[in-house]
């Protein structure tokens, strides 16, 4: 699958969110880089719980990608996107590498200003608690 087919089944989990849908796009094997949590989570389910996690975040905080870089060779892509919670205006980018089979291999987030890393850790950490039970 390309990059850019790779790229629309990822932009059609942010229209739906469905849980299966976005279980089904992510390998095994998968790695999750947090702009707050200094080891890289590995696994597919912790890389679905920090990717289910963020759905929850920003679920009404209108989120929106702005730009974005392809690499249809490389099954890579660096997406821009902006948000706001709690009057914090979020500026991140997602960067996502998939695998020869079209599954997500590494999801690497970046997030500034400062201000916004910091809330959306208390966020993203209090929704990973509810979440496991």
Do not use: C
Request: hydrophobic share 45%; charged share 20%; glycine share 6%.
């Amino acid at each position: 699958m390309s990059g850019s087919a790779n790229l629309t089944v990822w932009h059609e989990h942010m229209k739906t969110k469905t849980h299966e849908g976005l279980l089904a796009q992510i390998a095994d094997d998968a790695v999750f880089h947090s702009p707050v949590v200094h080891t890289p989570q590995a696994g597919k389910q912790l890389v679905f719980a920090y990717l289910s996690a963020a759905d929850q975040v920003f679920g009404d905080a209108n989120f929106a990608y702005v730009d974005e870089i392809v690499d249809d060779a490389g099954n890579k892509a660096m997406l821009e996107f902006t948000a706001e919670i709690d009057s914090i205006h979020i500026n991140g980018i997602d960067i996502i590498h998939w695998n020869d089979e079209g599954k997500i291999q590494n999801f690497k987030v970046l997030v500034r200003p400062m201000k916004a890393m910091n809330m959306l850790w208390e966020k993203m950490g209090a929704m990973l608690e509810t979440m496991k039970g």
